[in-house]
């Protein structure tokens, strides 16, 4: 791709940031886009991801979305990704306010149904097939981990904090990245895996650190990490190697940006929801989010 000049917009879905690109006008192939990424990025500080929108031609869903990580890889769900899509389609390609607050959307090769909640203060993201999980013993340097696999759009590793001796007071500013990086590139992971380190608090909050593939390092959240985990927590209680959960969906995770993100299952169905706060963003708003992330996990 020659250097070129690609207009964006960055939003933020719970601390997550990401470059919003309309490839409508743009045509641009997902190798082009992989290429602009990791070889033209335009920015001086890094986002978590780039979505390339495109409206949809067919009745099924009202528009396409295409994740990239930083590194270029595609092809993973991103939940808070998707989050920050349902308000960018919300808010620059339909006539607003509009009666409904539904749209159908592709993304990663499944239809998800979005919903733009209290004039777009929330937005909500719900998956429509039930989570795949394996319980997993992994071996490192530090000892035996124990996780949960978990498949949701994403390949995810949950491990719970307390079980591993994690100590409560600091679990947002100790060094995770020394536990999580050799375990995002495990040998019993042929794909690798976005690394969950979850806390469990007497109000029946889940505290949430997550190491993300593709953009290798700890973001300030992640949504279908969030959604993983609070599905374990759920579905898995009294398991010998979690801590004890006495919540009931909806479940509140706080990740390490400080935000909270909200999972919902919807009656009679499977489907979880994943909710939170998506906005738009100046490049300089986003850089001094960065920055403030960058200082609280030093």
């Given at each position: 791709m020659t250097k070129k000049k690609i207009p964006f917009e960055l939003m933020h879905g719970a601390g997550n940031i990401f470059m919003v690109i309309n490839n409508d006008e743009l045509n641009l192939s997902l190798d082009e886009f992989s290429e602009f990424m990791t070889k033209e990025y335009p920015l001086h500080f890094?986002?978590?991801?780039?979505?390339?929108?495109?409206?949809?031609d067919v009745k099924d869903y009202e528009f396409i979305i295409d994740f990239l990580n930083p590194d270029g890889s595609h092809g993973?769900?991103?939940?808070?990704?998707?989050?920050?899509a349902i308000k960018y389609?919300?808010?620059?390609?339909?006539?607003?306010?509009?009666?409904?607050?539904?749209?159908?959307?592709?993304?990663?090769?499944?239809?998800?149904?979005?919903?733009?909640?209290?004039?777009?203060?929330?937005?909500?993201?719900?998956?429509?097939?039930?989570?795949?999980?394996?319980?997993?013993?992994?071996?490192?340097?530090?000892?035996?981990?124990h996780?949960?696999?978990?498949?949701?759009?994403?390949?995810?590793?949950?491990?719970?904090?307390i079980n591993h001796g994690i100590n409560a007071i600091d679990f947002f500013q100790f060094d995770?990245?020394?536990?999580?990086?050799?375990?995002?590139?495990?040998?019993a992971l042929p794909n690798g895996?976005?690394?969950n380190l979850a806390m469990t608090t007497h109000d029946n909050l889940i505290k949430l650190r997550t190491f993300e593939r593709g953009v290798e390092r700890e973001t300030a959240a992640?949504?279908?990490?969030?959604?993983?985990?609070?599905?374990?927590?759920?579905?898995h209680k009294k398991h010998m190697n979690l801590s004890v959960?006495?919540?009931d969906y909806p479940i509140e995770l706080q990740v390490q940006s400080g935000d909270i993100l909200t999972v919902k299952k919807e009656n009679d169905s499977e489907s979880l929801s994943l909710i939170g706060p998506a906005e738009f963003l100046t490049i300089d708003e986003a850089f001094a989010m960065y920055s403030d992330f960058q200082q609280r996990i030093q």
């Open positions: 890094p986002v978590d991801g780039l979505m390339a929108y495109r409206v949809s993973a769900m991103c939940g808070n990704g998707a989050r920050c389609h919300k808010e620059n390609f339909e006539e607003f306010p509009k009666e409904s607050n539904k749209v159908n959307f592709l993304m990663a090769g499944t239809i998800y149904t979005g919903f733009y909640l209290f004039s777009g203060k929330n937005v909500s993201v719900t998956f429509p097939n039930e989570p795949m999980v394996k319980e997993l013993e992994l071996e490192t340097d530090k000892g035996i981990i996780a949960f696999y978990v498949f949701n759009g994403s390949d995810h590793l949950i491990i719970d904090a995770f990245r020394s536990l999580a990086e050799p375990l995002r590139h495990h040998p895996a976005n690394v992640c949504g279908t990490g969030a959604l993983a985990t609070a599905y374990i927590y759920q579905n959960f006495t919540g």
